[in-house]
């Protein structure tokens, strides 16, 4: 090359220089390309659209109607046998979902969680399978104690036949998906929402979604570089992971779980309701190992919805919650239904064995409660 050429190159790229030098100082305002899963897993996120006071309170109206028409199904359909209370559970969980498609339509919707929800979920999974299945063992055993005896082994001679219990087994599954959906559906999807929108700091004032983090600010906000100064994006520069449990490697930052005020009383009103339904009012002439049940199995309703109502802020769709909800009643229920081909009318029964099953599950459930209450805290 000629040192004519040569010349007329360097003052091409000099022209050039000015613009090479926007193109930067505009890569640098993007987010880093390192919070860019953020962004893409967002999907699972509320869209953060402004709530009309109308809207609350056809959200509450839809709750209400829900209540009303549930007492009717019951009564109108008695839950009488396993085949009836799949009748029963179908008519429910059918008027549920339908009103959830009508009035917050949003959480029918698929998606995918972000890291922090993740976590939750395997944490909240984990737990109430853990419960679940100590719950059904304990069942089991004392269903084996009083057709066997303490020391004389399985009561073999007790147990139905296989057919018997698979038919068993394919209704109980029916019933615990059914009520599972009719449950997550009535109290944690429409309840949550129209007590959120009651107390006037949801997503109606805020415009924000309850319980929702402000998961990749970096689409707003950024620091010199381009790097987001959020510990969320800053635990994936770090290369480690954000959520519920323990510290997490690599000198990330872990994020904690944040919830809105009204948020927080959507879900205790919510668990209360869930409570009482579960429960109702114990006779006053009961002894006083009914009444000590009956505390306990209010105790162990709340905070099994608590559990729920928290994953249901955090994530904002009826699928998860609803799955489960059903597989821990799976777990919890299989002994009882499987042996006896009827489903518990009531664990306040005076019975030894439901007092030890109901003692056990929440102490189980309050450790979980109190795992959660830490990290909301943080």
Not at 147 to 159: E, K, R, T, Y
Request: charged residues 15%; positive net charge.
């Amino acid at each position: 090359m000629g040192r004519f050429e040569a010349s007329e190159v360097i003052i091409a790229c000099r022209r050039l220089m000015p613009q090479i030098a926007a193109i930067l100082k505009r890569y640098q305002q993007l987010p880093s390309t390192r919070s860019l899963p953020l962004l893409k897993e967002r999907a699972c996120q509320v869209q953060k659209e402004i709530r009309t006071p109308a809207g609350g309170v056809a959200v509450f109206a839809a709750f209400v109607a829900v209540l009303i028409g549930s007492f009717a199904v019951m009564n109108a359909l008695p839950a009488v046998g396993l085949p009836a209370a799949l009748l029963q559970e179908a008519v429910l969980a059918l008027v549920a979902v339908v009103t959830v498609r009508l009035a917050t339509p949003d959480a029918l919707k698929r998606c995918t969680y972000i890291v922090q929800q993740q976590d939750l979920i395997h944490f909240v999974v984990g737990s109430l399978v853990l419960v679940g299945f100590v719950g059904g063992a304990i069942s089991f055993a004392t269903w084996n104690i009083n057709h066997a005896g303490a020391i004389n082994g399985l009561a073999f001679s007790q147990l139905p036949s296989a057919s018997e219990i698979a038919q068993n087994l394919l209704l109980l599954l029916g019933i615990c998906l059914l009520a599972g959906l009719y449950e997550e559906s009535f109290m944690h999807v429409l309840g949550i929402e129209a007590f959120e929108r009651a107390f006037g700091q949801g997503r109606a004032a805020s415009g924000r979604a309850i319980g929702e983090r402000d998961v990749c600010p970096a689409a707003s906000k950024h620091v010199a570089g381009g790097r987001s100064a959020h510990p969320v994006a800053s635990g994936y520069a770090a290369g480690g992971r954000v959520g519920v449990s323990g510290e997490i490697g690599h000198g990330a930052v872990k994020s904690p779980i944040s919830f809105d005020p009204a948020a927080k009383r959507a879900i205790l009103v919510s668990a209360l309701l869930f409570a009482l339904l579960h429960v109702g009012v114990p006779d006053a002439s009961a002894d006083q190992m009914v009444l000590m049940q009956s505390v306990l199995k209010f105790a162990q309703a709340l905070l099994f919805s608590v559990i729920l109502g928290v994953l249901y802020t955090q994530t904002r769709r009826l699928w998860l919650c609803a799955f489960i909800h059903a597989g821990f009643d799976v777990l919890y229920l299989a002994p009882n239904v499987l042996l006896t081909g009827t489903m518990p009318a009531t664990y306040a029964s005076g019975a030894v064995g439901d007092t030890v099953l109901l003692a056990v599950t929440v102490l189980m459930l309050v450790g979980i409660v109190i795992k959660i209450s830490k990290e909301i805290a943080r």
